[in-house]
């Protein structure tokens, strides 16, 4: 081995076994946070159409824990659309989404909260097949979710079968796998972001699997909203 450059190329934990156990030979070097990848909850389908439901799936995922477990520390939990690095983004809002599983089951249950539990809710997550990392995401954000009483049911799809299932609306959260931005008309959506060393939770107007990165954010990529 030479050099490895490219996203995707290794998983994060080689990259790690590379950097801790063959240091005097090899060395790692990450750059800055391109962009965000965005996870999206669809606000026109049922439960996720409830901002209740919408707020208490934002709170009850520890992105910092996932990143650890499934990303080797190689990547920061966020909550904004954009990277803080990139132009006029840099800029705390609030109120912050942050992990929350009090907030959460609160959000979720409602009536029935510290009484007779959550009613379980069912949601369809679709995921672009064929990327070992975004198979450790779903785990660790279905196991989540488990612990508010929302059950997923998990459908890894092919580009074209994806595509059309997320133009669709056909879905409940949905994450891609390419770097690519695809681009779905569903409108008035909540998304959740994961980045390149990032990873988001946020409302959207539109579906995108990713933010464009530089030199088009933000500009070109709100404007592509239109």
Known sequence: LDVVVGSGV??????KDIQETHSASLSVYSGPVIQNRIIVLNGNKAPTNDLQLRKAIIHA??????????LAGFAAA????FPRNAPYCDVN?????????????????ADTYD????????LKFIVMAGDAELVALEEGIRS???LIGISVETQFLEKDAFNEAMQSGDF??????SLICTVALVRCNCAFAVGTSALTLMCVHRCFSETWGPPYDPNSYVKSWQ
Do not use: F, H
């Not at 290794?10 to 990259?15: E, H, M, Q, V, Y």
């Not at 995922?61 to 499934?70: G, M, P, R, T, Y």
């Open 172 to 177: 409940n959260l949905y994450v891609a796998a």
């Open 61 to 70: 995922v520890d992105k910092s824990a996932i990143i650890e477990q499934s």
């Open 144 to 146: 989540y979710l488990a």
């Open 78 to 81: 966020e909550d904004s659309l």
């Open 93 to 109: 809002l609030t109120p912050r989404a942050d992990y929350d599983m009090e907030k959460a089951l609160q959000l979720n249950c």
């Open 115 to 122: 009484a007779q539990g959550c009613a379980q809710k069912d």
């Open 10 to 15: 290794l998983l994060p934990a080689d990259i």
